[in-house]
């Protein structure tokens, strides 16, 4: 029989932690105790290159990595040429060449 009250009928109370949350709260629990003290014991037994990989994978529990992105420098290079552009213009100055902004225009002006 279908349920058309709108009203909950069974199941779990507000607030009661499903199982599979409630294994992880066990789970937390032990390592929080017992776990912790065993974990410091197995890394104490490690030495060099598998003592920073261990850290260096527990860390992406604590603190997820950065993706990567790739860099672009034209955008900056064509911004500073527009720039440079307006400003002649403002000023009543010429472009010395046509080849754009040079490496001594920016470091001369």
Request: no cysteine.
């Amino acid at each position: 029989m279908a349920n058309t009250t709108g009203k909950k009928w069974g199941g779990r109370q507000k607030g009661t932690p499903n199982k599979r949350t409630e294994q992880w709260n066990i789970f937390a629990e032990w390592m929080m105790s017992d776990g912790l003290v065993r974990l410091k014991d197995e890394m104490d037994k490690l030495n060099g290159r598998e003592y920073v990989n261990t850290v260096k994978d527990l860390m992406e529990y604590f603190q997820p990595k950065l993706s990567r992105i790739e860099q672009d420098n034209n955008y900056k290079t064509d911004n500073i040429e527009k720039l440079y552009t307006i400003l002649r213009g403002i000023a009543g100055i010429k472009p010395k060449s046509d080849q754009g902004v040079g490496e001594d225009d920016v470091q001369g002006q």
